[in-house]
Nanobody, 121 residues
């Protein structure tokens, strides 16, 4: 089995910065795409950013250059550097990863438990 454990959430003032991390552990042969999503109460979970195993990144339009996703393949981790945060960035942030347990079998998609980010004075 695999576990994704997020860390780094908390309270931050508008205009401030926060760095989220997610570590994958367990039975891992390789990790394909990794991503960050977020969800607020009463809304659907939305994509924030993705990064491929080769480092290609994509961002939601609302990011607008404020966030950076990165990964360390040797440590099976993915990070989200959040700068110039706004109150509307307040949400539970979830890590997502597409993981292969065995080389010749299809990958399985996993979610972390989520970490709360609150942007407020």
């Amino acid at each position: 089995q695999v576990q994704l454990v997020e860390s780094g959430g908390g309270l931050v003032q508008p205009g401030g910065s926060l760095r989220l991390s997610c570590a994958a552990s367990g039975s891992i042969f390789s990790i394909n795409a990794m991503a960050w999503y977020r969800q607020t109460l009463g809304k659907q979970r939305e994509l924030v950013a993705t990064i491929s195993s080769g480092g290609t990144t994509n961002y939601a339009d609302f990011v607008n250059g404020r966030f950076t996703i990165s990964r360390d393949n040797g440590k099976n981790t993915v990070h989200l550097q959040m700068n110039s945060v706004k109150p509307e960035d307040t949400a539970v942030y979830y890590c997502n990863a597409d993981i292969k347990h065995i080389r010749y079998l299809p990958s399985t998609n996993y979610w972390g438990q989520g970490t709360q980010v609150t942007v407020s004075e």
